[in-house]
């Protein structure tokens, strides 16, 4: 159904505990991201990995870690997370490419990962 | 700081009317793109209109940019109860070579059948 595909799609987790989001895409796309997704907020781009480098971190805290071993997967390792930081967790991917850049890119988001730290 | 804000904040209409929903923004874009989510489902994208353009249509979708005033306006014609969702825009400030969507908070569509 989508191009982009999260695992787990729920998770619950206690607070000491170490956990991992996994992302796959299968577009063919050079760009990845993670956004956080909570209620009564705006979606909050927390990471961008362009050609495997990390481009951008939006001041997130270091108990989440992203790491991208290539262009098609994505992971959020997640360690001693607090309760505010249960959310939806959503990944998502573009072709970023300059031909693109006047055009405008499109991204395709996953399903989602909830998150429910107790 | 946030760049694109919907409203209404929630629309709530009969099976067969339109649903118009409106976004405001504040710095100069790229392309302004509209997405849709389906109660705790991703996002998907529904159209994007770039800033040389004035109006865009696709099937039941109209959308129209006012560079001057940096609004959008969503329109759902015809609108189907399988409408109901949130729906969000999301401003592209392209800086350097990434796309730097903004999301809104996002309108609540229900659409009663």
């Known amino acids: 159904e989508t191009g982009v595909t999260q695992t787990p799609r729920h998770l619950v987790m206690g607070m000491t505990n170490k956990k991992s989001l996994k992302c796959e895409q299968h577009?063919?796309?050079?760009?990845m991201y993670w956004y956080k997704q909570s209620a009564k907020k705006p979606l909050e781009l927390m990471f961008v990995y362009n050609f495997k480098e990390q481009t951008e971190n939006n001041s997130v805290p270091s108990r989440f870690s992203p790491e991208c071993p290539n262009s098609s997967h994505l992971f959020l390792h997640l360690h001693t997370l607090q309760p505010e930081d249960s959310a939806l967790y959503l990944c998502?991917?573009?072709?970023?490419?300059?031909?693109?850049?006047?055009?405008?890119?499109?991204?395709?988001f996953g399903e989602g990962s909830w998150l429910t730290v107790v | 700081s946030q760049q694109g804000e919907e409203d209404p904040q929630a629309l709530s209409i009969q099976e067969g009317e339109n649903a118009t929903m409106n976004c405001s923004y504040k710095t100069s874009i790229n392309n302004l793109q509209w997405y849709r989510q389906n109660s705790g489902r991703g996002l998907v994208h529904l159209i994007l209109?770039?800033?040389?353009?004035r109006e865009k249509h696709s099937g039941r979708l109209r959308v129209t940019l006012d560079t001057s005033k940096k609004s959008s306006s969503l329109l759902i014609t015809a609108s189907r109860a399988a409408d109901t969702a949130s729906y969000f825009c999301?401003?592209?400030?392209?800086?350097?070579?990434?796309?730097?969507?903004?999301f809104g908070k996002g309108i609540t569509l229900s659409v009663r059948p």
């Open positions: 999301a401003t592209d400030a392209i800086r350097g070579a990434n796309s730097k969507l903004t």
């Open positions: 209109i770039r800033s040389n353009e």
């Open positions: 577009l063919g796309h050079n760009a």
């Open positions: 998502a991917s573009s072709q970023v490419e300059d031909a693109l850049r006047r055009l405008g890119n499109t991204i395709y």
